[in-house]
């Protein structure tokens, strides 16, 4: 599922990336194509205009020198002299040209009033340089192409002068600057098509985590309640088949009942807090009355397991906290509940208590058979117990999850540390103004 999750991810990523990426360039290079068709239309205005100047300054035009200057300069020239033409490259003029000629000459009269009659007031050069289109009567010409027309005024005539330039189309794969932003754009999707790949895998990871839990949770506490169920089932059984054993039945019924309860109890606190539906209510109250409270209900339970309980509180124990009583109750209560069950006969439970720097510490030690390192981080999981082997059906491995999660509610931390007696420490912090 996530795999699939994964792969859609990434390709959604990749699309919306190439798509502007490629939108981008494009309009880079609309804008590039653009400005180098004006640097050459510019160039051509530069080119003629010189061409003209050397034009009105000559007696006698030099053959050798048109030619340098046409094919240096990638140009065809029409020359009329009073309307006739003149025999220059007359050989490479063909019917074509002749039409295009007449055309640029056509639409500098009718577009920008360029003609014989410009020269007449005592100029003695008019021109005009624009971008013509391939006229419809000649098939075979260029579809676009630069033209110039210039009247030009002598003592014995008027020479008008055609000047046409196609500009160079250049190939998108052979223009070198093209070419570098395009494989520029194509390198900039492949490597940020790598990173989507890498960091929508980091982003999802979360989320199979975030499954692997609930599915691990979910078979978790099947089995859990698959066991009280069970001795449900068969106690109800054996009281159809051995009515007399009704009553020791019914406490057997009556217990596993109640364990299941506490197990569905600790599920809904757990999915509670996992939906925020757990209002924490904060109320000023004396963290020391709440923990020595906690710490009187297992007395009897230390005592009948020969444990010595002890409980260390300051002298003044009138300082206030912001906190959820019953929340903080309920946290006590499980650690409490812990170290009076791992702690053997004989041995040592340590409650203390102390405010420090604006912070409340709570440590409750014990002497029993400890934590390793590698576990003290998954004992907070949901459904963790160390010793996988013990029989105590009374503890899920909900408890510390719980606790972890209303303590951060609570701004604060707990941590679980190795013991002066080598058994467990679990310690809070808690700040004096939780909120």
Not at 43 to 72: I, K, M, N, R
Not at 197 to 226: T, W
Not at 314 to 343: G, H, K, W
Request: hydrophobic fraction near 40%; charged fraction near 20%; aromatic fraction near 10%.
């Amino acid at each position: 599922m996530f795999r699939k999750l994964r792969i859609k991810m990434t390709l959604f990523c990749i699309f919306i990336i190439s798509l502007i990426l490629l939108s981008m360039t494009a309009v880079l290079l609309f804008l590039l194509h653009q400005n180098e068709e004006l640097t050459s239309f510019q160039d051509f205005e530069e080119t003629v205009s010189e061409l003209y100047q050397d034009f009105t300054g000559e007696v006698a035009l030099s053959h050798p020198w048109l030619d340098e200057v046409c094919s240096s300069n990638d140009l065809i020239v029409s020359i009329l002299d009073n309307g006739e033409p003149l025999l220059y490259r007359q050989n490479q003029i063909d019917t074509d040209m002749e039409l295009l000629f007449a055309q640029a000459r056509e639409t500098a009269l009718n577009e920008y009033a360029v003609s014989e009659l410009s020269v007449a007031d005592g100029s003695s050069l008019v021109h005009k340089e624009f971008q013509m289109n391939k006229s419809s009567e000649g098939e075979g010409i260029r579809k676009s192409c630069q033209a110039s027309v210039a009247y030009i005024s002598t003592n014995y005539s008027v020479l008008c002068i055609t000047a046409i330039r196609f500009p160079v189309s250049q190939n998108i794969w052979t223009n070198t600057l093209y070419r570098s932003v395009i494989l520029t754009t194509l390198c900039a999707i492949l490597l940020l098509s790598l990173l989507s790949f890498f960091l929508i895998r980091y982003l999802v990871h979360p989320l199979e985590e975030g499954h692997k839990r609930q599915i691990n949770f979910f078979a978790d506490a099947s089995h859990e309640l698959r066991s009280p169920l069970a001795v449900l089932i068969s106690s109800l059984s054996a009281m159809e088949s051995c009515p007399e054993r009704g009553k020791e039945l019914l406490q057997t019924i009556k217990k596993e009942s109640l364990r299941m309860q506490r197990l569905v109890n600790d599920m809904f606190t757990l999915a509670s807090l996992d939906n925020g539906k757990i209002a924490i209510h904060i109320t000023e109250v004396c963290l020391y009355t709440l923990f020595l409270e906690a710490y009187e209900k297992f007395e009897t339970a230390a005592i009948h397991k020969h444990i010595f309980l002890e409980i260390s509180i300051p002298e003044e124990s009138d300082a206030m906290a912001y906190c959820d009583p019953e929340r903080l109750t309920q946290i006590f209560t499980i650690l409490f509940d812990n170290a009076v069950s791992y702690t053997p006969e004989g041995g040592h439970i340590l409650a203390a208590i102390l405010e420090s720097h604006n912070k409340f510490i709570i440590t409750v030690s014990d002497s029993g058979p400890g934590i390793p390192d590698e576990a003290k981080e998954k004992v907070f999981s949901r459904f963790y117990r160390y010793d996988q082997s013990r029989t105590d059906k009374n503890h899920f491995g909900l408890g510390l999850s719980i606790a972890k999660e209303i303590i951060e509610l609570h701004e604060g931390t707990i941590s679980v540390l190795d013991s002066p007696e080598g058994g467990a420490e679990f310690k809070i912090v808690l700040p004096t103004n939780a909120n």
